[in-house]
């Protein structure tokens, strides 16, 4: 559907300038017969009208082929204007050469040089308005107002993005510079815009001309370059934004986004082996369970690129499931191509075994990646009883079915909490690991684990509540001055989720190497200081204590002198002991869960997860 729009929308803007463009050459026209009158020179103003049309038509093909009507109403440039003028000199050139061969006198050859210049700038007008309203903006209305400016780009993006900014009436800029690398450009101005130095003293001009917003605007720049600019302007208390460019097929304006705090963490790239993911996938019929959640969702993305035989989503949560749903059908239908996505979204919960066997019975899924669990440490923490039912029991009936159904491999998302916890959300976790451990030699069915820190951006994370926070006029809170935490992006975690899945080989428990540890704290100022606002000045940051099992830093995920390394760099395989079905007392926890206080299903994980310390205390 959104195809056919775009499609319809572009016929009709084409027709639209096939019509302008058809009024602007009669006016040519009408302008040399009226000029001739005047001069006492006379036409055959039938003649004239009768080939006038034919004429229209000859001009109006050689444009739409020519491009004229692909041209960005809003974008038109210097090229554009002598593209349009030197195709309509051809053009006449060509009236004028049947003119002389036909004998058709339907107008003085000569008449054609005035006809040429006129139909240039009549055509030219229209597309350039834009270009003018800009200027007239610029250097007529008052400019001094808005948020003070400096783009980072004084070439075409650079340009671009000051047409955006004043195109788009929700941005409030008031672009003071430009700083650009090229010495030649140095000391000139773009759009009467001063281009006042090199990025290497981008600090000394954010203070010498007040800037507020920097404006990232290199369409072809190093990535690495740009990323540490970036953190370079993080250090100041200004907003920091980036302009991202579309293609012309999708008929979208230039768009000036802010920068994420993401993009400002010192972390390596990821490199994958696509080619092996794509051939673990393809021709699968892959089931996420938790498949609305934050990472269940990128896994389900990602799934999608490799061309599963069918994507089950399966997750108890109803609006996540159809937000995800809905997402993959609008992009498989802009691609053109929704008969290649075999979708199919479930609702259901995995601790209810009925219905999740009745999923594994129906659809015979071969790979099945569990992601549904409950991450939330303090709210587990007063809930233990719904963390075992969902975490233990459901991550349970997910494994059992899989051996039974001949699922191929079963991949469970788990946590870095889970490693020596003091909290019962990752006790509950390890012991997730521990019946992956338990279920691997049953069948034929290969089980593996995934452990990994906090992703950057997921439903509960730091970074949407500090957002709301600081959108809130603060303050902003922290646990502790000292708590630190390792992070990753969403995507970056999945696609290491399934490059282990093709690794793994049954009975692994995969580490990811999160790179170094980040201080809450200075990502709560990064936070701060990308808004534009101050740390402590515009926005408190307040310290509330630590929460009821949280620790204060996080336990190092990668032991070197124990831990395998994968062929990725970033993959490592922890050591794992033989695991029975009969030290977990599944059947008894099932039995006697209900009727269990908080502190009894604490005790009760912690009888089988030694290394948890409930409330910070070892098991007696």
């Not at 250097?139 to 340009?159: C, D, F, P, W, Y």
């Not at 671009?160 to 009436?169: A, D, G, K, P, V």
């Not at 990323?227 to 999708?250: G, W």
């Amino acid at each position: 559907m959104s195809g056919n729009y775009y499609q319809g929308k572009k016929i009709v803007q084409t027709l639209g300038g096939m019509a302008l463009d058809t009024i602007m050459i009669i006016m040519s026209y009408l302008f040399i017969v009226i000029m001739f009158n005047v001069i006492n020179i006379e036409l055959d103003i039938k003649i004239i009208g009768m080939t006038l049309p034919f004429i229209v038509i000859f001009k109006l093909v050689i444009f739409y082929f020519t491009g004229f009507y692909k041209m960005l109403p809003k974008h038109v440039g210097f090229e554009d204007v002598m593209r349009i003028s030197i195709v309509v000199a051809l053009t006449n050139i060509l009236i004028v050469l049947y003119i002389a061969l036909s004998k058709n006198l339907f107008m003085f050859k000569t008449a054609f040089i005035y006809i040429t210049a006129l139909e240039a700038i009549l055509l030219t007008i229209p597309r350039v308005a834009n270009r003018m309203i800009l200027y007239f903006k610029m250097n007529v209305i008052n400019q001094n107002q808005g948020r003070r400016t400096l783009i980072v780009g004084a070439g075409s993006a650079g340009e671009l993005t000051l047409r955006e900014i004043y195109r788009n009436r929700d941005l409030t800029n008031h672009v003071v510079a430009y700083i650009d690398d090229n010495q030649i450009k140095i000391g000139s101005k773009l759009n009467n815009i001063p281009i006042v130095g090199p990025s290497s003293r981008i600090k000394e001009y954010i203070d010498e001309l007040l800037i507020e917003e920097v404006i990232i605007a290199i369409n072809h720049g190093n990535e690495e370059r740009i990323i540490s600019l970036m953190r370079e302007i993080s250090e100041k208390n200004v907003k920091i934004s980036r302009l991202i460019t579309y293609s012309d097929v999708s008929n979208k304006s230039p768009k000036i986004v802010d920068v994420k705090v993401e993009d400002l963490l010192n972390r390596e790239p990821i490199v994958l082996d696509n080619a092996l993911i794509h051939d673990f996938i393809k021709g699968e019929v892959v089931l996420v369970t938790g498949g609305g959640g934050s990472i269940g969702s990128e896994l389900c993305r990602q799934i999608t690129d490799f061309k599963p035989k069918q994507l089950i989503i399966f997750d108890i949560y109803e609006n996540n499931a159809y937000d995800i749903q809905q997402e993959l059908l609008r992009k498989f239908k802009k691609n053109g191509d929704p008969s290649e996505l075999n979708l199919l979204v479930l609702i259901g919960s995995v601790y209810n075994e009925k219905r999740l066997e009745h999923v594994f019975e129906t659809y015979r899924p071969t790979v099945v990646f569990h992601a549904a669990a409950y991450k939330h440490v303090p709210l587990m923490e007063d809930s233990p009883m719904e963390a075992v039912r969902t975490n233990v029991i459901g991550t349970n009936n997910a494994a059992r079915l899989s051996n039974k159904y001949g699922v191929k491999k079963f991949v469970l998302v788990s946590s870095d909490k889970a490693v020596r916890s003091t909290n019962v959300m990752g006790a509950t976790k390890r012991f997730a690991e521990l019946i992956i451990q338990s279920h691997n030699n049953l069948n034929l069915t290969k089980f593996a684990s995934v452990r990994f820190g906090n992703v950057l951006g997921s439903n509960g994370s730091v970074i949407p509540l500090f957002k709301k926070q600081i959108e809130d006029g603060g303050p902003v809170t922290v646990t502790h001055p000292e708590i630190t935490r390792y992070f990753m992006t969403i995507p970056e975690a999945v696609s290491l989720i399934l490059q282990c899945a093709v690794y793994a080989d049954g009975g692994e428990v995969f580490v990811l190497d999160m790179g170094e540890a980040v201080k809450i704290t200075d990502l709560a100022k990064k936070m701060i200081r990308l808004a534009g606002l101050k740390p402590d000045i515009d926005i408190k940051i307040e310290f509330t204590g630590l929460r009821p099992g949280e620790k204060l830093y996080e336990e190092l995920l990668i032991d070197h002198s124990t831990n395998k390394r994968t062929e990725n760099k970033k993959i490592f395989v922890e050591e794992q002991r033989e695991v029975t079905h009969e030290e977990l007392q599944l059947e008894l926890i099932q039995e006697k869960l209900e009727d269990m206080n908080v502190d009894e299903v604490k005790q009760m994980v912690q009888s089988i997860v030694k290394t948890y310390k409930m409330n910070g205390k070892d098991a007696n």
